[in-house]
């Protein structure tokens, strides 16, 4: 029995992962795809394979016979485009979520293996379940996390001031963490030099509901500290003390270095 020109399409996946299908053959696969979540999961899955494959792909002396950016899976130019249309008219059908995925397979290609989406997805069925959206770090936390850390909590104002820091080659990596902090307002973190020339490392609003406010209104925002980060000229071993302060110069807060 010869296979059917469907059953053809689903055994192009890997020749389509590996690059080595010819433009019509590969845009024969890319309509294909756009109705097909069995492909489409095959091929996130098999995204991984083609770098991996690249590190063996050497001649008799060694040296590497085809550069591994050849074999990421490259779609057509219109491919993209197709895949996001879907998804905007498939929001207004009940086959919203398997073209989603599908749109997220199509992104994976386009941005090669080693890409990365938080996906979250919404059910239509009247049953008002929702998936979590995936959290991602924050990356001033994580650079807070890294650091060497400095905290103090001021005497008048309450607001409770932590900094880390981290010596680079340029100056300082600093970032901030703020706790009791009300709003609304607009405030900037100042690094101070032993020397006593000053420099702004970040500048940020805060919102009327504030942050890391321990009684607030239940909002779970507002009951979480605000992270930032920025960075100073100066050397760690050069800086006194940092201060938050208002733009208008009302000080809220001073860390002694």
């Not at 770098?51 to 016979?65: C, K, M, N």
């Not at 990596?173 to 000053?198: M, Q, R, V």
């Not at 406010?213 to 960075?231: C, F, H, M, T, V």
């Amino acid at each position: 029995m010869m296979p059917t020109a469907d059953d053809q399409q689903h055994t192009a996946v890997g020749a389509y992962a590996l690059g080595v299908l010819d433009a019509a053959d590969a845009a024969r696969f890319e309509e294909h795809l756009i109705g097909c979540e069995r492909c489409a999961a095959e091929l996130d899955g098999l995204m991984g394979i083609p770098p991996l494959l690249a590190d063996y792909a050497t001649d008799a002396d060694g040296l590497a016979v085809r550069d591994p950016a050849t074999l990421t899976a490259r779609p057509g130019p219109e491919m993209l485009d197709r895949l996001l249309g879907e998804v905007t008219v498939s929001r207004r059908t009940k086959n919203r979520r398997r073209l989603f995925l599908v749109a997220a397979a199509g992104l994976m290609i386009v941005g090669g293996p080693l890409a990365g989406a938080a996906v979250t997805s919404g059910s239509d069925d009247g049953g008002g379940g929702t998936n979590p959206p995936i959290a991602a770090a924050n990356p001033a936390q994580v650079a807070f996390d890294q650091g060497k850390k400095y905290s103090s909590v001021d005497p008048e104002t309450k607001v409770d001031a932590s900094v880390s820091l981290a010596q680079k080659g340029w100056g300082t990596a600093i970032a901030l963490k703020l706790g009791n902090l009300k709003g609304p307002k607009s405030c900037d973190l100042i690094a101070i030099g032993k020397d006593g020339h000053e420099e702004t490392v970040t500048t940020w609003a805060v919102p009327s509901a504030g942050y890391g406010i321990k009684d607030g209104d239940g909002s779970r925002w507002n009951k979480e500290p605000l992270y930032a980060q920025g960075g100073a000229a100066m050397n760690e071993s050069d800086i006194a003390r940092f201060e938050v302060r208002t733009l208008d110069g009302q000080r809220l807060a001073e860390v002694n270095i």
